[in-house]
């Protein structure tokens, strides 16, 4: 472990210097690279997905792991569209003359060695391989299991191309040992490995959270909450409610809880479940939604839950205060959203919910890299420092200070 990492720290100084150019280049060539060796990747794909069915895989799990041609294109698309953002690097984030009159300057650099651990989705390798060789650093990966043929074949098109560019292959490599202990060893490698960013389950993050000697940067789960509040557009909220839930419940931006104002409660309630009904979504209801609507009650665990699945709790709240302390005891910290017409209402859920991302009138499910511009995203980082949300190239940057002077001495 401790040669393979020395290697990577090494391979990272040598990308921190790369001109924005020679990056841009080179992210160009893996876009291209992926869509000329689809077949390669889906024959690694089918070998996953072999596996992952006779491991009883949830439907959820299934639909992360799967690529076809779609997904394959979307992933070269992503690489593509971070090779046209603006450089990270080098920013001049301020810059001011002291009293000595030194000039000083505060620049963004990469961070360097960074360690990314994952579960199930492949598109992920090629995302934060991106991301990271984008902005500057080596990064290490540890996808799951069930994706490991996919992930070795996306990694192995990933580094000929570095080595076609004359570039260490180390710069973009996967945890050679994929093994529980594996990991516990790189999150101890504080030596070498700069960040630790897992994203993943509670079981995985609570393991790193507790035991990495790296910093830390969570991708918690994603428990979402909608609240539609006394004067919402019925239709309008009916529409996002939906969307939130249904349109991929297996992601961490899925909508897991519905709040419903008890003054509308008896009316939208039914047109709600009218609609859910059609996508076969399982609808828990607490003891007030179950007076309304023909559905299980729901119990105290299954609000604490992120299902990853199409089932849904929903709550019958007293206005936008109790929706607010709902959220507050239950939520994770990633995405919720108010549905209303009342400006002031609004303002006060935005103001008042501590969470990443907080919405009015719009689904939950834009919590996305790519829905906010930053071409694709590491994960939704549900940590307060330093990085809140999507996290894209220009949060894969720490800085340094630079100093110009003239012959100053300190007096």
Known sequence: MEDFLKKTKEASRIIATLSPEIKNKI??????????????????????????????????????????????????????????????????????????????????????????????????????????????????????????????????LLGQVLNEHDLPKEIVTLLPDYSRE????????????????????????????????????????????SFIDKDADFDKAIKIAINAKVQRPGVCNAMETLLVDKKIAKDILPLLKNEFDKHNTELRGCSETVKIIDVNEANEEDFKKEYLSNILSIKIVNGVNEAIKHVQKYSSSHSESIITENYTTAEKFLNEIDSSCVYVNASTRFTDGGEFGFGAEVGISTSKLHSRGPMGINDLTTYKYKIYGNGQIRK
Request: hydrophobic content about 40%.
């Open 182 to 225: 594996g990991v516990a060893k790189l999150i101890k490698m504080d030596k070498y490995v700069d960040l630790i960013i897992p994203r993943g389950g509670e079981n995985l993050i609570r393991f790193i959270s507790q035991n990495s000697t790296v910093p830390v940067i969570k991708h918690d789960k994603g428990l979402c909450h």
């Open 27 to 156: 992210l160009l060539a893996m876009a291209d690279k992926l869509l000329k060796n689809q077949e390669e990747i889906l024959e690694a794909n089918k070998q996953d997905m072999f596996e992952a069915r006779r491991e009883n895989l949830s439907q959820a799990l299934l639909d992360r792991l799967f690529l076809n041609i779609d997904r394959i294109e979307s992933m070269a698309n992503g690489i593509k569209e971070i090779a046209s953002l603006k450089e990270p690097v080098g920013r001049v984030l301020e810059g001011w003359v002291n009293k000595d009159n030194l000039r000083i300057e505060k620049v963004s650099v990469p961070i360097g060695l960074i360690g990314i651990i994952y579960e199930s989705r492949p598109n992920v390798t090629s995302d934060t391989a991106a991301l990271c060789f984008k902005s500057g650093n080596a990064v290490v990966l540890k996808g799951g299991k069930e994706a490991k043929y996919s992930n070795i074949a996306i990694a192995k």
